[in-house]
Each structure stands twice: as C-alpha cells, then as structure tokens.
C-alpha cells in the first residue's frame, strides 16, 4: 500500500532504519519562608547496561552496552531488537490504547472518532475476512481478466497508483529538486515482491534458498486462491520479476541525485521508452494534463517498455493477480495472511510469531490516518518543556556547525561563504505539524477493511496530484508526530524530529546536558550534516539542486569520503555479507559530522566551566556513552542480513564504532593508544565536517 506520510523518494533523508523513562532524584530545600523544589540531574546513563569487564578502549560498544546484549531477548514477532524499537513499541502501545478507547464510544457518524474507530473495528473482524475470502478483490481480478491487449496494461497500471499495487512504473508528485518552489510528477521503477533487485541477482547459497522460498510463496498463494496450475503461476510470476530485477538501477546507483534527476516531456518520455503507452498510464493515474516527468531511471523504463511488450498478456495476467493477492494479504482471509507471514515474516526477517492483530491493526492506522491519531497523541503524550529544551540545543548545534566550516582546512573560502548560505537557511520542525491533515475525503465502514485501505490510498494520492500546479506547501511534514525517528528534506532544507523520538534514551528531560547532547545532539547533528553529505551537498539553501562547490574542494570531498566507503566495506557483521560502504555514506558522513559537531557544541554549552562528575562519569565521557547507548541494538541473522543488502544505515554497533575510531576527542577522553581495539592510524581517519 501507499505510505501516506512519506514525502518524495528522493527528498526525505530519516536517521533510521526503547529506553524506559528514568525516575528523577529530586532535593527540596525547605525554609520558613518558601519551600524551593530543586531537580537535581541524572547523568543518563543505564548504568546495568554496561559491561565493565570491557575496556572502553577495545570495544565501547560493548562496553556500554554489554549487559544489555547478554540479557535482553529479541521479541518473537521482531528481527531485531534495540532502543529505536523500544520506542516504537512504547508508541504503539499509547496509540493503541487511544483507539481502543475510541473503539468504545459512539461517535457521529463521519467524526475522527467514528473513522478511527470504525477502522480498527474492521481490522479486527477476522471472521468476517475469513468469511469473505478473496471476495473484496473480485472486481480487481475482473478487471484483469477483461484485458484483452498489451495496449489495456498501461490503463489499468495508471488505475492502480493509487493503491501501489502490481505496477513495474510508479509514479508520484513532489518538490521538483531544480525548482524546489513547484511540484512536478516522478516516475521510478518497482514492481518486485522481494526488497530488492539483489534479492534476484545474488547467486550466493543463502540467496539462492529465499528465492526458492519465494516461488513456493507464490506457489502457495496460487493454490489458496484456487488458480489452475499453481507451480506454472511461480514460474511466471519469478520470471517476470527477474527480468524487472535485471533492468532496475542498484540502491547505490538510486543515492545519486544528478543520475536520478532525468527531466523529459512525455514525448521525449515515449521516445526514451517506446512501445508503452506512457499518456493513456498518465492519464488513468489522473495527470493526464502533466506536460513533463522526472524520469529516475531512464534505462529501466526502456528495458520495462520493451519487456511489457514482449512478455505475453497473460502471463501479465497472472502476475497482476498474484500481486493484488500479495499487497494485500493482511486485509484478506487469515490463510493469505499466514502464507504472507512464514515468508516475509520467518524467511526475510527470521521472526519467530506474527505480531498482535492489535498491533498490526495500529500499523494500518498509522498509514491511513497517521496524523489524525498524532493529533491526539501529541495531546496526551508530549511535554512543552522537550521542545522548548530542544529548540535551544538546535541554536547551539547550528552555532557550533557554523563554526565547524569555519574551521575546516581543506575548504576554500568560496565554498565556505556558499556552505554558510545554505546553513543559514535550515529550517527546524518539532513536535508536531503546525497545520494537520485533512482526511475529510476519506469514508470509513465498519465492515470494509480493503474499502477502507483503497479509499485512504485514493484520498492520498489525489491530494498528492493535487498539489501539482500549487505553491510549496512548507508546513507539511513526512512523519507523524508518533514516529521514533528525525529527517533531512533536501528540496525544503529542513531538519524535522517528530516528538515520539524525544523520550530516553534519545532526550531525557531529567538527565545533565552531556548524554543529551550526545544522543539527541548527535541526531540533530545528524540530520544538519544531511544537508553537507555527499548528496545533501548537491543542493542549495533554497532547496534546489545545483553545483556551489570549488572544484578543488569537491575533489577534497570525495578523497575523505572513499576513505570512509573503504573503512564501512571493511565491516563484516555476518557470514561473508560485507556492508556496503557506498550504499551508507550519506548516513555515515552524517553519523560522523554530527557526533563531532554535537560535542563542539556541548563544549561551548560549558562556557568555560568543568562538567560535573555524575556516577564517576566526566561530562566528556558521558556524552560518548549517551552516543552508544542510542545504537544498542540486537538482529536475528536474516533480519541483519536484509538490513546489510537493503538499508543505507550501518547496523547499531557500526554507528558507534566507526564514528568513534575516528575522532580524536573520543581518544583523548578515553586515553585510546595504537594497539587498542578503538584505535585508527592518524592517516585513515575520516575527517570531512
């Protein structure tokens, strides 16, 4: 299904791929004649965490987090465990008991209150599914069976954007990254039912056994839909996405801005890609009218123009089918759902159990009306004192960035002026929205689960279509407020944090300035570095995508960042499975840039002044372990294995141990010597901002 709450492909940069609040040690003073309440900080850090038979020296991640390793179970129904996902868990759980609590009530019929409720009634009423079958898909599969030429593909694949449903082309409006104040259409390649093109293109033992996996999947979803021939419905189904697979850009190729920034009218669109017709998808997509397209990988929509010619119309037939089946699997009958979940579930991630319907019925929620639920969330869950606290730490990390540059050696004073205008452009979302979202258009009823997903993935994606043509609307945000997670948007140059994400161990309102600066510092470093990562670079302060390096700096920049692809692509965290330095070096530079800004500016938050010492911890020492704590995290072996061929961010312990090894002001603090596991020759540390 369509995320609702996600910007543009190519726009929005998110820190990820849960810590229980401490309680506060509070002192009173009390005098005849006033009675003064003093709060007296924590230091932050889960002291029962660390392992303290590790040297900080040889492994701080381990150090830190060593306990926490050694004693905490991944949950069944996860494939990986660690403070983001506790968090996230911890969000589920508050929305989960605001819309049970709405479940409850009687409300008028078209309120918040009756969509929500309504809603999660319908996902809940698995008998009724079970009832059903695959009846709610039977005008689709009618559909299906009524085309009768090659010619019939490209309407009905423009009738199923809405939905993201079986179609190899899919298209989007967003911020044009050239004209960052206009709207205009993308088209980019899809159409797999595995994560990624390498899924089918890796030839190694274990890639070989998931795509076996997957055709029996197939298989199995062929024969609970009752369809002939079941065995023959894999093979065309695999054959199909293989060829798809074969022509689709990498996820390295997909990071660089410039290559995926391909404007063409739709008639240069059909001479690019002939044989399809690209007007009549448009057209059934609703943007008949749109005169040009941002093509982000213009030798895949070749490849798929000749291919969706080529390949039988029945064979597109039963592949359209499978899909509908496929993307839709949770609303239907519990045996969908099932098959579903032994291969995307056990196979992909190695879960153990499927989550809670509850749960699953939130997830739904969140992606029809996310931010109807972040309204109320925000309501009852955050504290005006994070975002006040927040909004100071900003103006500190945009003060010691600023500082940063200045004091780069490698850059020239031209492309330090220019990086400065762009800096002094940032723009900070926190919290929450300051306009929220109207879901008047959507219909919700009781009885009508898919109903309900189809008409909130129409809703959306015609609110998207209609923004083309409109001004920029800047107080739209790409994450709901209950979202455990912070991004960079590249065409509005902005850094956002939702208010879920400013909770321990992130942010700690009861904890000294040091942790927090070294986690919640280090995210807002973070997602300001974004903006200076060898993409975000690429923009300008207004948004827009254009060159303001010297060339001599660009080439400086891109000496220090294949210094760190090599040192990523070194890290082995499974079998022979290698991370992909090239793939994470936007979410490496930025992990590296803003830890070593953070503590620039937890430094001057100092004036001058020596930290305390809270639990035999110094302030510098402290907030590195506020960093490391952050990244706590344990994988099962398919999920790690997914995250190292999919996800652009390095696994947690990489985060801490990549960016440590190379600041000098970690080994300072922690006395790191040549020899010691931490330790990095001078001469192969990154040093970019």
Same mark, same amino acid.
């Given at each position: 299904?369509?995320?609702?709450?996600?910007?543009?492909?190519?726009?929005?940069?998110?820190?990820?791929?849960?810590?229980?609040?401490?309680?506060?040690?509070?002192?009173?003073?009390?005098?005849?004649?006033? #009675?003064?309440?003093?709060?007296?900080?924590?230091?932050?850090?889960?002291?029962? %965490?660390?392992?303290? &038979?590790?040297?900080?020296?040889?492994?701080?991640?381990?150090?830190?987090?060593?306990?926490?390793?050694?004693?905490?179970?991944?949950?069944?129904?996860?494939?990986?465990?660690?403070?983001?996902?506790?968090? +996230?868990?911890?969000?589920?759980?508050?929305?989960?008991?605001?819309?049970?609590?709405?479940?409850?009530?009687?409300?008028?019929?078209?309120?918040?209150?009756?969509?929500?409720?309504?809603?999660?009634?319908?996902?809940?009423?698995?008998?009724?599914?079970?009832?059903?079958?695959?009846?709610?898909?039977?005008?689709?599969?009618?559909? #299906?069976?009524?085309?009768?030429?090659?010619?019939?593909?490209?309407?009905?694949?423009?009738?199923?954007?809405?939905?993201?449903?079986?179609?190899?082309?899919?298209?989007?409006?967003?911020?044009?990254?050239?004209?960052?104040?206009?709207?205009?259409?993308?088209?980019?390649?899809?159409?797999?039912?595995?994560? $990624?093109?390498?899924?089918?293109?890796?030839?190694?033992?274990?890639?070989?056994?998931?795509?076996?996996?997957?055709?029996?999947?197939?298989?199995?979803?062929?024969?609970?839909?009752?369809?002939?021939?079941?065995? !023959?419905?894999?093979?065309?189904?695999?054959?199909?996405? &293989?060829?798809?697979?074969?022509?689709?850009?990498?996820?390295?190729?997909?990071?660089?801005?410039?290559?995926?920034?391909?404007?063409?009218?739709?008639?240069?669109?059909?001479?690019?890609?002939?044989?399809?017709?690209?007007?009549?998808?448009?057209?059934?997509?609703?943007? =008949?009218?749109?005169?040009?397209?941002?093509?982000?990988?213009?030798?895949?929509?070749?490849?798929?123009?000749?291919?969706?010619?080529?390949?039988?119309?029945?064979?597109?037939?039963?592949?359209? !089918?499978?899909?509908?089946?496929?993307?839709?699997?949770?609303?239907?009958?519990?045996?969908?759902?099932?098959?579903?979940?032994?291969?995307?579930?056990?196979?992909?991630?190695?879960?153990?159990?499927?989550?809670? +319907?509850?749960?699953?019925?939130?997830?739904?929620?969140?992606?029809?009306?996310?931010?109807?639920?972040? !309204?109320?969330?925000?309501?009852?869950?955050?504290?005006?004192?994070?975002?006040?606290?927040?909004?100071?730490?900003?103006?500190?990390?945009?003060?010691?960035?600023?500082?940063?540059?200045?004091?780069?050696?490698?850059?020239?004073?031209?492309?330090?002026? =220019?990086?400065?205008?762009?800096?002094?452009?940032?723009?900070?979302?926190?919290?929450?929205?300051?306009?929220?979202?109207?879901? @008047?258009?959507?219909?919700?009823?009781?009885?009508?689960?898919?109903?309900?997903?189809?008409?909130?993935?129409?809703?959306?994606?015609? +609110?998207?279509?209609?923004?083309?043509?409109?001004?920029?609307?800047?107080?739209?945000?790409?994450?709901?407020?209950?979202?455990?997670?912070?991004?960079?948007?590249?065409?509005?140059?902005?850094? #956002?944090?939702?208010?879920?994400?400013?909770?321990?161990?992130?942010?700690?309102?009861? =904890? $000294?300035?040091?942790?927090?600066?070294?986690?919640?510092?280090?995210?807002?470093?973070?997602?300001?570095?974004?903006?200076?990562?060898?993409?975000?670079?690429?923009?300008?302060? %207004?948004?827009?995508?254009?060159?303001?390096?010297?060339?001599?700096?660009?080439?400086?920049?891109?000496?220090?960042?294949?210094?760190?692809?090599?040192?990523?692509?070194?890290?082995?965290?499974?079998?022979?499975? !290698?991370?992909?330095?090239?793939?994470?070096?936007?979410?490496?530079?930025?992990?590296?840039?803003?830890?070593?800004?953070?503590?620039?500016?937890?430094?001057?938050?100092?004036?001058?002044?020596? =930290?305390?010492?809270?639990?035999?911890?110094?302030?510098?020492?402290?907030?590195?372990?506020?960093?490391?704590?952050?990244?706590?995290?344990?994988?099962?072996?398919?999920?790690?294995?997914?995250?190292?061929?999919?996800?652009?961010? @390095?696994?947690?312990?990489?985060?801490?141990?990549?960016?440590?090894?190379?600041?000098?002001?970690?080994?300072?603090?922690?006395?790191?010597?040549?020899?010691?596991?931490?330790? +990095?020759?001078?001469?192969?540390?990154?040093?970019?901002?």
């Amino acid at each position: 299904m369509f995320n609702k709450t996600t910007l543009a492909l190519a726009v929005l940069i998110a820190l990820v791929g849960c810590e229980k609040a401490q309680t506060p040690t509070q002192a009173t003073d009390t005098t005849p004649a006033a #009675v003064t309440e003093v709060k007296t900080l924590t230091s932050g850090i889960e002291l029962s %965490n660390m392992d303290t &038979s590790v040297k900080p020296q040889q492994d701080f991640f381990r150090y830190v987090n060593g306990n926490w390793l050694a004693k905490t179970e991944i949950p069944a129904d996860k494939g990986r465990w660690g403070s983001f996902d506790e968090l +996230r868990e911890n969000a589920d759980k508050q929305v989960l008991a605001i819309v049970q609590e709405l479940a409850a009530k009687t409300a008028e019929p078209g309120s918040d209150t009756q969509k929500i409720a309504d809603f999660y009634r319908s996902y809940m009423d698995t008998a009724t599914l079970d009832s059903l079958g695959l009846e709610p898909l039977k005008a689709d599969f009618a559909k #299906v069976d009524a085309l009768s030429s090659h010619a019939d593909l490209a309407k009905l694949w423009g009738e199923l954007q809405a939905y993201r449903t079986g179609t190899p082309v899919v298209l989007f409006v967003g911020q044009d990254q050239k004209a960052s104040d206009q709207y205009i259409t993308l088209a980019s390649q899809s159409g797999l039912g595995m994560p $990624d093109r390498d899924y089918y293109l890796n030839t190694d033992e274990k890639s070989k056994q998931i795509q076996q996996k997957y055709q029996a999947y197939i298989t199995q979803v062929a024969e609970l839909a009752g369809w002939p021939e079941p065995a !023959k419905v894999a093979t065309t189904v695999y054959a199909i996405e &293989s060829q798809l697979a074969q022509a689709q850009w990498s996820r390295v190729q997909n990071r660089d801005r410039n290559a995926t920034y391909n404007k063409l009218t739709v008639a240069q669109l059909a001479e690019t890609a002939p044989g399809f017709d690209w007007s009549a998808l448009l057209a059934a997509a609703k943007l =008949a009218d749109v005169n040009e397209v941002v093509v982000r990988q213009p030798t895949y929509l070749t490849a798929f123009a000749k291919l969706q010619s080529e390949i039988p119309l029945a064979d597109w037939q039963t592949y359209l !089918k499978f899909h509908l089946v496929r993307a839709n699997s949770e609303l239907l009958a519990s045996s969908f759902d099932q098959a579903s979940f032994e291969f995307y579930g056990k196979t992909l991630s190695g879960l153990e159990a499927q989550r809670e +319907r509850e749960k699953r019925a939130v997830a739904a929620l969140e992606d029809s009306l996310g931010f109807m639920l972040g !309204k109320i969330y925000v309501e009852r869950h955050f504290k005006p004192e994070a975002k006040e606290r927040m909004d100071q730490m900003i103006k500190n990390l945009r003060v010691a960035f600023k500082e940063a540059i200045d004091g780069l050696e490698w850059m020239s004073p031209e492309t330090k002026k =220019a990086a400065q205008e762009k800096l002094a452009k940032f723009n900070t979302k926190i919290g929450y929205p300051d306009v929220w979202r109207d879901y @008047s258009c959507l219909e919700v009823k009781a009885a009508d689960l898919l109903g309900n997903m189809r008409r909130s993935g129409q809703c959306e994606f015609d +609110r998207m279509v209609a923004k083309l043509g409109q001004p920029v609307d800047r107080t739209e945000w790409g994450m709901t407020p209950q979202t455990v997670n912070a991004y960079y948007s590249s065409t509005m140059n902005e850094i #956002v944090f939702p208010a879920a994400i400013l909770q321990p161990p992130f942010f700690d309102v009861n =904890a $000294d300035d040091a942790v927090n600066y070294g986690a919640i510092g280090g995210v807002i470093g973070h997602e300001i570095t974004h903006g200076f990562d060898d993409q975000g670079r690429r923009s300008d302060g %207004n948004g827009n995508l254009t060159d303001w390096w010297q060339p001599t700096d660009a080439e400086q920049f891109q000496k220090r960042a294949q210094l760190m692809i090599d040192q990523y692509s070194a890290f082995n965290p499974i079998d022979d499975l !290698k991370l992909q330095g090239a793939l994470g070096l936007g979410e490496n530079i930025a992990d590296l840039g803003g830890l070593t800004v953070a503590f620039k500016a937890y430094q001057n938050s100092l004036q001058g002044k020596p =930290a305390a010492v809270i639990d035999g911890f110094s302030g510098d020492q402290r907030f590195f372990m506020g960093w490391a704590q952050v990244w706590r995290i344990k994988f099962r072996d398919a999920s790690l294995r997914q995250q190292v061929i999919t996800g652009p961010h @390095s696994p947690g312990m990489y985060r801490v141990l990549g960016v440590l090894s190379n600041m000098p002001e970690f080994y300072q603090t922690f006395d790191v010597k040549p020899g010691d596991g931490m330790y +990095r020759d001078d001469a192969v540390r990154v040093k970019i901002w």
